[in-house]
């Protein structure tokens, strides 16, 4: 397979993990290009697929953008982010939403290790879930309804781009708390320093383009924030389980984009 034919083969992998897009299939060898047919993907051609995430979360944050431009055009400002926010919903399939629920279950009602894992594998939503959800929910939509009208579709695009950099550092950097896990093989053949760099050259890259109707400033402070949501996450899951699982990915991804938004917000208003 050609370089390119394998990048396009990548991307198309991130694409499918991280959204329900339906992709263009080609006939093709299974094992030569395992995103043109139904052939489970090895674990190496997973790895290569990490650093185009920021790209997947570019794509998803600019179909939010147009969703709220095109709804603000006849709602007020609240209720264009809520839509743009469901728009989120229907292109992941609640992908990471649902991860953050699990975390929450887990970290907060698991006493020990073993038993935050165990709640991390039931399917049922709990308490600490609900309220997780409920209070994230709320914080994404009034952050962004706070912020001035052009800004949010900007706002949008940069932080699922940036936020998707930050999970895929939580991969590459951290250690999989399940050693019979399915993502267990991924974790051990994370992406080397070479692709990370360039999955954050991505993510920084595309937030940048939140300067087109923001100060220097709350970009600068968005990033902060998005770094401190990365941190806190991984140290509550750290501290409790040892290392990640994919759910911690999915609530890592979560709290970095809360904390861009929450982040931008602050500068913007002092």
């Known amino acids: 397979m050609s370089r390119t034919r394998a990048e396009l083969s990548a991307f198309g992998l991130a694409m499918g993990l991280l959204t329900r897009w339906p992709?263009?299939?080609?006939?093709a060898d299974p094992a030569a290009d395992p995103a043109s047919s139904a052939a489970a993907p090895t674990v190496a051609q997973s790895s290569a697929a990490v650093p185009y995430y920021p790209?997947?979360?570019?794509l998803i944050g600019g179909f939010a953008g147009v969703v709220f431009f095109l709804a603000h055009l006849v709602f007020p400002v609240v209720l264009a982010v809520v839509l743009a926010t469901a728009a989120t919903l229907l292109a992941t399939g609640a992908l990471h939403e649902d991860g953050f629920a699990d975390a929450c279950d887990g970290l907060g009602g698991g006493a020990t290790r073993e038993r935050a894992l165990e709640i991390m594998r039931d399917p049922r939503?709990?308490?600490?879930?609900?309220a997780g959800l409920g209070l994230l929910f709320a914080a994404k939509v009034l952050?962004?309804?706070?912020?001035?009208?052009?800004?949010?579709?900007?706002?949008?695009?940069?932080?699922?781009?940036?936020?998707?950099?930050?999970?895929?550092?939580?991969?590459?950097?951290?250690?999989?708390?399940?050693?019979?896990?399915?993502?267990?093989p991924l974790a051990e053949d994370s992406p080397a320093g070479g692709r990370l760099a360039f999955a954050a050259l991505i993510g920084g890259a595309v937030s940048c383009t939140l300067l087109i109707a923001a100060p220097l400033a709350a970009l600068l402070a968005g990033l902060c924030?998005?770094?401190?949501?990365?941190?806190?996450?991984?140290?509550?899951?750290?501290?409790?389980?040892?290392?990640?699982?994919?759910d911690c990915l999915g609530a890592v991804q979560q709290a970095s984009e809360l904390g861009m938004y929450l982040g931008v917000l602050a500068a913007l208003r002092l």
């Open 225 to 246: 924030g998005l770094l401190l949501g990365h941190l806190l996450m991984r140290r509550a899951y750290e501290r409790k389980l040892g290392g990640f699982t994919g």
């Open 55 to 58: 790209l997947v979360g570019m």
């Open 23 to 27: 992709l263009p299939r080609r006939r």
């Open 143 to 184: 952050a962004l309804a706070a912020a001035p009208a052009a800004v949010i579709p900007w706002l949008l695009v940069a932080g699922h781009a940036a936020s998707r950099a930050s999970m895929a550092l939580a991969l590459a950097s951290g250690t999989y708390a399940r050693p019979d896990g399915i993502a267990a």
């Open 125 to 130: 939503l709990g308490t600490y879930g609900t």
